[in-house]
């Protein structure tokens, strides 16, 4: 079973930084998509970026050059390291895997979302 948990969710000021780690389990997360989306309340649901099993990265134009998604395959985890942070990145953040493996056939799994509130 495929199961992803976020950390490191909080309040921080505008200018701060602040890094989500989301750690997995139930897959074989070398071989795995890994997003990072946030929801803000009320908006739709919208995706930050990805990095995919290769390596390759892709991000949205409102956190181009603020935000970092990177992975560690040992520790089956990904990161989402933000900085220059404004209150529009106020939102609750989740974790996303897609994938498809042998045995498991096609996944597409959140986690439960940490919150991020940027506020002085």
């Known amino acids: 079973q495929v199961h992803l948990v976020e950390s490191g969710g909080g309040l921080v000021q505008p200018g701060g930084s602040l890094t989500l780690s989301c750690t997995s389990a139930g897959f074989t997360f070398s071989k795995s998509t890994m997003s990072w989306y946030r929801q803000a309340p009320g908006k739709e649901r919208e995706r930050v970026g990805y990095?995919?099993?290769?390596?390759?990265?892709d991000y949205t134009d409102s956190v181009k050059g603020r935000f970092t998604i990177s992975r560690d395959n040992n520790k089956n985890t990904v990161f989402l390291r933000m900085s220059s942070l404004k209150a529009d990145d106020t939102a609750v953040y989740y974790c996303?895997?897609?994938?498809?493996?042998?045995?498991?056939?096609?996944?597409?799994?959140w986690g439960q979302g940490t919150q991020i509130t940027v506020s002085s």
């Open positions: 996303n895997a897609k994938g498809w493996e042998s045995g498991l056939g096609y996944y597409d799994e």
């Open positions: 990095i995919a099993y290769d390596g390759s990265l």
